[in-house]
């Protein structure tokens, strides 16, 4: 009877199959953390652009624009054009407000709509045509027209 020769040749196929499953998992473990980094961060910029182009949004879109102070603080008044009615826009509890009303009624925060989260809201009147709104996601400067009082 012959004896049959032991090969190692069956245990490296063993380890080199293994090393490549290895290697794929990494790899494709790196691949999801990567990707969900991506999407978290493109999440975050597409929040932050979209609170900032609310504002350039609604001043093309509207018409005239005015800097009020109320209860609320620095309200930007965009007038509608002749119906006496317009956009308020305010801070109020860390969250930015929009509320549809008479050009010079009361705020009433609970008829208003939430536009985004924000701690900050300052409007600084930088030209006699334009302004720059600050906010947590950052400051835009947008070109107004003024209304009249």
Not at 69 to 81: N, P, W, Y
């Amino acid at each position: 009877m012959e004896q049959q020769e032991k090969s190692p040749l069956g245990l490296y196929t063993i380890g080199i199959a293994a090393l490549f499953l290895g290697g794929f998992m990494l790899l494709v473990v790196f691949g999801a953390v990567t990707y969900q980094k991506t999407v978290a961060y493109q999440e975050a910029n597409n929040r932050t652009r979209a609170l900032l182009s609310y504002f350039v949004t609604s001043v093309q879109s509207n018409g005239k624009v005015a800097l009020e102070e109320g209860t609320e603080g620095q309200v930007l008044v965009i007038a509608d054009g002749t119906t006496g009615y317009g956009m308020h826009i305010y801070q109020h509890d860390g969250k930015l407000l929009e509320e549809y009303k008479e050009i010079h009624a009361e705020l009433n925060v609970k008829n208003a709509n939430v536009i985004g989260e924000t701690n900050i809201f300052q409007i600084e009147k930088i030209e006699d045509d334009a302004l720059r709104i600050y906010t947590n996601a950052g400051n835009i400067i947008i070109h107004i027209e003024e209304a009249e009082e």
